[in-house]
């Protein structure tokens, strides 16, 4: 892939504050990974800590990536989806420290026709694995029609 594709901003939906990646160090048809270097003027750090319940969506916007290049990929843009599910999600810190870079993986595990994926994740640091999970996610074909259809 080119590095045009591995730009975050237009893979994923999240901006501003919300954008947490950095960058996109490696990607193919069923796996990416990322890069967050956690910092003390970011949304979610609190008394000098980003604590590691963050891991969660560090996890989601890397699986938001993967899904952006699918998209591309295929020729189409970029979709919203939604986290449905974590499971089993293990942490080895209670915190992660700041300015020390992640490097988040995701390999997706399964999809099916109506959108629902699951992903294995982990966190890496300094070669030390700093958590774990299982991330059930859904992109609907439709989401004006998925919203509408909700909201009934």
């Known amino acids: 892939m080119s590095d045009e594709l591995y730009e975050i901003d237009s893979l994923v939906p999240h901006a501003g504050d919300m954008s947490l990646l950095d960058r996109v160090l490696s990607a193919d048809a069923d796996s990416v990974v990322a890069e967050v ?63 020390v870079p992640l490097q988040v993986s995701v390999t997706q595990q399964f999809i099916s026709d109506n959108g629902l994926c699951q992903f294995d994740c982990h966190i890496d640091s300094q070669g030390r694995r700093l958590a774990t999970a299982q991330l059930k996610v859904f992109e609907p074909a439709d989401i004006d029609h998925f919203i509408k259809e909700s909201s009934q």
């Open 37 to 99: 270097t956690p910092r003390l003027d970011q949304l979610f750090c609190r008394d000098g800590e980003i604590g590691s319940w963050v891991g969660i969506e560090y996890m989601a916007q890397t699986i938001g990536v993967w899904a952006g290049l699918r998209a591309k990929a295929q020729g189409r843009p970029p979709k919203v989806g939604f986290l449905l599910g974590t499971r089993r999600y293990t942490a080895e810190v209670s915190s992660f420290a700041p300015d």
